[in-house]
C-alpha cells in the first residue's frame, strides 16, 4: 500500500526536522560520490531550515565535507559518521575523541587487496567498507571485521545496506539527534527523523523516545512507527510541508 505525504507527520514550525541524507534525500547510488540530488532539493530544504527558524539539520553516515559538497552552497547544521562529528547551529565542530583505527584499516586494506570489488572508505573518525559490487563477500568481510574489531579498543562494528562501518563506540544517529535537541534552535520542539537504514534504528529509537516520529524510507523491519516508500515520496512530503509553511524565519546559512 502506498502511503501518500498527507498521511506521514505533519511539519509545523514547531519542529526539529532532522534528515539522513543517502536512501532518503537521495537515491542510493553503485558508488557513493555518484549519488544525484533531485532538482529543488536544495532550494527545498533551505525554506524548510528558514521556516523552523533554522532547527533543520542532517544526520548521516558520510563525512560532513562530502555533504556540504553535494548540497552548496547550503550548509546546514549536520552530523557526519554516524554520531562521530558534528556542526551545531552556530557552526561549531564536536568530534568524538580519535580512536586507534590500524587493525581495522589494516584488516580492511587485506580484503580489498585480494578483492578489488571491494571499496574502502576513509573519512575523518570512521572506516566504511562497502561490499555492493561484491556482495557475496559479506560473510567474509564480517567475519574479518569482528576479529580486528575484537583486537581494537573503542571500536563498533556497525553493518548498513551493503556497508560495514567501523566507528568510535557509544556514538550513533540516536546520540546526535539528542545533543542536538538539548541545543537551540532544537530544544523544546517536537523531533522528526526519517532514516532509510538500520543505521538509522538508534535515531528512530531516540525521537520516539523524545514524544517525536520517525520514518522509514523503503521496506524493511524497523522501529519507526510512520513508513513511505521511498525517496521520491519522502522529498514530495518535504515539498509540501515548505509550500505550506508560513514563509517565516530566519535566512538560510550559505557557504
Given at each position: 500500500m502506498h502511503m501518500h505525504p498527507e498521511n506521514l507527520p505533519?511539519?509545523?514550525?514547531?519542529?526539529?526536522?532532522?534528515?539522513?541524507?543517502?536512501?532518503?534525500?537521495?537515491?542510493?547510488?553503485?558508488?557513493?560520490?555518484?549519488?544525484?540530488?533531485?532538482?529543488?532539493?536544495?532550494?527545498?530544504?533551505?525554506?524548510?531550515?528558514?521556516?523552523?527558524?533554522?532547527?533543520?539539520?542532517?544526520?548521516?553516515?558520510?563525512?560532513?565535507?562530502?555533504?556540504?559538497?553535494?548540497?552548496?552552497?547550503?550548509?546546514?547544521?549536520?552530523?557526519?559518521?554516524?554520531?562521530?562529528?558534528r556542526r551545531t547551529a552556530g557552526g561549531l565542530l564536536v568530534s568524538a575523541p580519535p580512536v586507534d583505527l590500524q587493525q581495522v584499516l589494516q584488516a580492511a586494506e587485506g580484503l580489498t587487496y585480494i578483492h578489488p570489488g571491494l571499496k574502502l572508505e576513509r573519512k575523518n573518525l570512521v572506516l566504511s567498507l562497502h561490499y555492493r559490487h561484491a556482495p557475496e563477500?559479506?560473510?567474509?568481510?564480517?567475519?574479518?571485521?569482528?576479529?580486528?574489531?575484537?583486537?581494537?579498543?573503542?571500536?563498533?562494528?556497525?553493518?548498513?545496506?551493503?556497508?560495514?562501518?567501523?566507528?568510535?563506540?557509544?556514538?550513533?544517529?540516536?546520540?546526535?539527534?539528542?545533543?542536538f535537541m538539548n541545543e537551540e534552535p532544537f530544544a523544546g520542539r517536537i523531533p522528526i527523523f526519517a532514516g532509510d537504514d538500520v543505521t538509522d534504528e538508534a535515531g528512530f529509537e531516540q525521537v520516539q523516545r523524545m514524544g517525536g516520529n520517525a520514518i522509514k524510507v523503503g521496506p524493511g523491519p524497523t522501529l519507526a512507527q510512520h513508513r513511505c516508500v521511498s525517496v521520491t515520496q519522502l522529498t514530495e512530503w518535504l515539498q509540501l510541508a515548505s509550500t505550506f509553511l508560513p514563509k517565516t524565519g530566519s535566512p538560510g546559512l550559505s557557504a
Open positions: 505533519r511539519i509545523t514550525q514547531a519542529t526539529a526536522l532532522f534528515l539522513d541524507f543517502d536512501g532518503t534525500l537521495v537515491a542510493l547510488a553503485s558508488q557513493p560520490e555518484l549519488v544525484e540530488v533531485p532538482l529543488g532539493l536544495t532550494n527545498t530544504l533551505a525554506a524548510l531550515y528558514r521556516q523552523t527558524n533554522g532547527a533543520l539539520a542532517l544526520v548521516s553516515g558520510r563525512a560532513l565535507f562530502d555533504l556540504d559538497g553535494f548540497l552548496a552552497p547550503l550548509l546546514l547544521p549536520a552530523s557526519g559518521e554516524h554520531g562521530a562529528q563477500l559479506e560473510n567474509l568481510c564480517l567475519q574479518v571485521m569482528r576479529e580486528a574489531v575484537e583486537r581494537s579498543a573503542g571500536i563498533e562494528l556497525m553493518q548498513g545496506k551493503f556497508v560495514i562501518d567501523l566507528k568510535p563506540s557509544g556514538f550513533s544517529k540516536g546520540t546526535a539527534i539528542e545533543a
